[in-house]
């Protein structure tokens, strides 16, 4: 179940807010500019289906993203708790960093948790399969695929470089829980 939670800057283990509530999540999330929905697949799709057929499953979706926002480019990333680099692969974004343009991702399957530091506040967002989260530009933040990473997402692009991370070497990240799938909350 997607989550939100919130939390001041200086207190990782109390959050001042937990929500299940998508709407709820969209509302709060919409405070700090950035956007979270959901879709459905507008046919069925199954384990290891090729990008194609995900990304046509989704096509409607896609399309009103790229003509409401500009994107470029679209692909479909997918990582297995098999994959023999999913250590290095999770701790690439553990680390508070920016982009130079908007990170947009639909997860198709499975989860992961993107943290946002915004102001004195940190926005713990867990997302799962059918979630849309859209990080603006320049909007400091970290991503936790899990220890066991598993997940079929769609991404989007406005420039090949832009998803390039700009880190700040704080350790505020170090602070916050790590991403495990299943536990309590």
């Known amino acids: 179940m997607s989550r939100l939670r919130i939390f001041a800057e200086d207190n990782p283990t109390e959050p001042q807010l937990t929500t299940h509530d998508q709407a709820e999540m969209a509302r709060e999330l919409a405070r700090i500019d950035v956007g979270f929905e959901q879709w459905s697949a ?34 479909v990333v997918s990582i297995a708790p098999d994959n023999p680099q999913k250590d290095t692969m999770r701790a690439k974004f553990l680390d508070e960093h920016f982009h130079k343009e908007d990170e947009v991702r639909f997860f198709v399957a499975g989860s992961g948790l993107f943290t946002l530091h915004v102001g004195d506040k940190v926005y713990e967002i867990k997302c799962e399969q059918g979630d849309l989260i859209s990080v603006p530009d320049s909007a ?36 916050f829980p790590r991403y495990e799938p299943g536990a309590a909350g």
């Open 140 to 175: 400091l933040h970290w991503f936790d695929m899990g220890p066991q990473p598993s997940f079929v997402a769609i991404r989007f692009f406005t420039e090949p470089d832009g998803w390039v991370g700009h880190f700040t070497g704080t350790d505020i990240a170090q602070r």
């Open 42 to 75: 507008g046919k069925p799709i199954a384990p290891g289906d090729a990008p194609d057929i995900i990304l046509d499953a989704y096509r409607s979706d896609i399309d009103r993203l790229i003509a409401e926002r500009g994107f470029k480019t679209v692909d």
